[in-house]
């Protein structure tokens, strides 16, 4: 039983450590985006309606990679699990396509 229970202890740990991993490099790559359309509006490339819609998609992508990640416990599992499994089939997630989808209000 200890030696389950350690065993255990480890696979949440490992299970939080990926998940924060992959949080925070698909969270770098979604920033990528907004620092681009930073630069484009002070290019002049977009105005500022087309740089708060980018902002506005960040957020909503932002939200959609937060509920993958979870919060606590058998989420964090199940995200670590399906992270592991994406990447081993070479489907990641795109999180910027994600955030572009508008989800009809219920």
Do not use: N
């Not at 790559?29 to 002049?44: C, M, P, Q, S």
């Not at 509920?67 to 592991?84: L, N």
């Not at 070479?90 to 219920?106: K, N």
């Amino acid at each position: 039983m200890v030696h389950e229970a350690a065993a255990e202890k480890a696979r949440s740990r490992a299970d939080r450590e990926s998940v924060a991993s992959y949080h925070q490099a698909a969270l770098t790559k979604l920033l990528e985006h907004v620092r681009t359309g930073f630069a484009r509006y002070d290019e002049g490339q977009i105005d500022a309606f087309e740089l708060d819609e980018l902002i506005h998609r960040y957020k909503r992508a932002t939200t959609e990679l937060w509920k993958f990640c979870g919060a606590t416990g058998s989420q964090v599992a199940a995200a670590a699990r399906a992270i592991d499994w994406r990447t081993r089939e070479g489907q990641a997630i795109d999180w910027w396509e994600e955030g572009g989808l508008r989800r009809p209000r219920t």
